[in-house]
């Protein structure tokens, strides 16, 4: 979508334009500037990168719609602006010539006006100058930026070794350790506090909203996995799987996906404003994945007309995304139910928090050998516990179970349930 971002005042020495903070993505109101990349009296380019700003979603890089210099910052590092609220003024040379305000597509900058002979003659008098970006901010990650954020390390200080000198997160970590080892005089604080900001800050909020809002209940089943662990393991080999790295996360996406189709209700919404329950024809998958600016939620959009391939790479696309910070809002919104993979971490189960707007999420335990029973004799297999949380609002404990056992039945036997189409 496009919108104005430009307040025009003539000045002897050119037109102030103003930049307001754009709208970032579907459902965000505000966001929290985290730093900026300029200062003022610096020289800017069209669309030179000048504020790193957090949403509930993303960490997200704002170029700058104008060239010109940096009048006024209107901000401070960890304000929460409004969308629609001023974030940086400009002197952009030339005088203004009453026209339309600059019209700016949230994301790629304002489109080029055609230059007078005048004002090209101008700019190519101007000796060149370094971006602004290479002056004042090392070059690194965005996972690196926030991983010293969170460990207090000057990146002015770190030696990148990542490719053409990038600074990242191994790095980061390498500065703060040499850090810590230095002997100190004074005794350590037998405290320390962390400001709540950016994404955990609105991750609080949005499961807080969510467990007072929603009735949560959760259902619990422990199941005999031995033919998806082989299952995955034949995968890997086949054809339709080369340059894709199926796990077993893959097959119980396709489980649930399946068992949704009878069991739509899980899918479906509680419009709390109009007082309907939305029936959801499509799927849009979240994959919680844990990062180092917090817990992302990115969303795979009608998995449901995926197949177990596309549905292996969509899964393994969707994490890299989010781990490296390239996520962007509309990646992240969206959902219509969730997976959780908490078996990543060797914990055998737990009771996921719903996410905002949706009605069911089910976290997959860890998978690992245990005793079962198989055919009346005690055997070694593949186990694991799958929960199931869910809003008592628009499910019964009824339908709740009989999608537990379906999922669980899936992941028991799997082969001819998933593998048609493939």
């Not at 610096?42 to 890089?61: H, S, Y």
């Not at 998995?303 to 177990?308: H, K, V, Y």
């Not at 549905?311 to 969206?334: C, F, M, V, Y």
């Not at 908490?342 to 914990?347: A, H, P, Q, Y």
Request: charged content about 20%.
């Amino acid at each position: 979508m496009e919108q104005s971002v430009s307040e025009r005042g003539d000045v002897a020495t050119g037109r102030s334009e103003v930049f307001r903070l754009p709208d970032l993505g579907e459902g965000l109101t505000e966001a929290e500037l985290v730093s900026w990349t300029v200062a003022v009296g610096d020289r800017v380019a069209l669309n030179q990168v000048i504020a790193e700003v957090e949403t509930a979603k993303a960490t997200v890089e704002l170029p700058s719609p104008y060239a010109g210099t940096v009048a006024e910052l209107l901000a401070e590092p960890g304000d929460s602006v409004p969308v629609g609220n001023p974030l940086i003024r400009f002197t952009v040379p030339g005088a203004s010539d009453g026209g339309e305000p600059v019209q700016v597509l949230v994301g790629y900058g304002p489109g080029a006006a055609p230059a007078s002979r005048r004002a090209a003659r101008a700019a190519a008098a101007q000796p060149p100058q370094p971006p602004t970006w290479e002056r004042h901010r090392p070059d690194a990650k965005p996972s690196a930026r926030r991983e010293a954020r969170a460990l207090g390390v000057d990146l002015t200080e770190v030696t990148g070794t990542g490719a053409g000198g990038v600074v990242t997160v191994p790095d980061v970590r390498r500065a703060a350790d040499v850090r810590d080892a230095q002997p100190t005089s004074a005794e350590p604080a037998r405290e320390t506090r962390t400001p709540i900001h950016g994404i955990r800050k609105r991750t609080a909020a949005a499961v807080a909203r969510s467990a007072f809002t929603a009735p949560h209940v959760t259902v619990f089943l422990t199941c005999d996995v031995t033919a998806t662990v082989e299952l995955v393991a034949r995968l890997r080999g086949a054809p339709a799987f080369e340059g894709r790295h199926p796990t077993p996360l893959t097959v119980v996406a396709k489980a649930l996906l399946r068992v949704l189709a009878h069991q739509p209700i899980l899918n479906a919404a509680w419009d709390e404003e109009h007082q309907e329950i939305v029936t959801r024809r499509y799927v849009n998958l979240g994959i919680a994945t844990a990062t180092d600016a917090g817990l992302m939620v990115p969303v795979i959009r009608d998995a449901d007309r995926l197949s177990l391939p596309e549905l292996a790479d969509a899964i393994a696309r969707a994490a890299e995304t989010a781990r490296s910070g390239r996520a962007t809002p509309a990646k992240l919104t969206g959902g219509t139910v969730s997976i959780t993979n908490v078996g990543v971490f060797g914990v055998d189960t737990g009771t996921p928090i719903l996410n905002p707007g949706e009605t069911a999420i089910l976290a997959l335990g860890a998978i690992g050998p245990r005793p079962w029973v198989v055919d009346g004799e005690l055997a070694v297999r593949q186990v694991t516990t799958l929960s199931l949380s869910f809003d008592h609002r628009l499910v019964d404990g009824e339908q709740a179970a009989r999608a537990l056992a379906g999922i669980g039945a899936i992941l028991t036997d799997p082969v001819p349930e998933l593998l048609a189409g493939i």
